[in-house]
């Protein structure tokens, strides 16, 4: 199979660890991995003096993530992406521009009080054009 693996970051260590699985799966797959940052307004800083300056964003968080991920030693072509919108709506619209085969997404909030606020994972899943995986996230 080759194709599109998509999967979501937004700088937590439950997003990371679903990219990384995303990574494994689109290695497995013989796919390429798309990560892709969601946000509805953007928020930046910047940090330095004179013309010692970078600005760092929320939108950054995929060519972040991206780059550290590109560093694994596994031969997955890796592209990214900032889209703004919610989570599960940013998602979704990706996985359609580039006829994705999966979306991967970690299972935060889906357990306790966090499954009645609703989830990006149950967002998704409901309203994916395509397979998706949950990954498990979580520490325990």
């Known amino acids: ?13 439950s997003a990371r660890k679903a990219a990384e699985a995303a990574r494994d799966l689109a290695a497995s797959l013989g796919a390429s991995l ?11 800083e910047t940090f330095g003096v004179g013309s010692d300056q970078v600005r760092i964003s ?12 590109g560093r694994s030693g596994q ?8 889209a703004r919108g919610k989570p599960a709506d940013a998602l979704i619209k990706e996985a359609i521009r ?20 609703g989830s990006v994972a149950n967002s998704v899943a ?8 949950i990954a498990n996230t979580y520490d325990d």
Not at 75 to 82: D, N, P
Not at 126 to 133: F, I, L, R
């Open 1 to 13: 199979m080759s194709g599109v693996v998509v999967v979501g970051v937004d700088g937590s260590q």
């Open 34 to 44: 798309h990560i892709v940052t969601a946000f509805e307004t953007e928020t930046a």
């Open 58 to 69: 929320n939108a950054d968080s995929a060519g972040l993530v991206a780059n550290e991920l």
């Open 75 to 82: 031969r997955v072509e890796i592209t990214h992406s900032a």
């Open 98 to 117: 580039l006829d994705a085969k999966v979306i991967v997404v970690g299972n935060r909030r889906m357990r306790g009080i966090g499954r009645l606020l």
């Open 126 to 133: 409901h309203n994916a054009p395509c397979d998706v995986y």
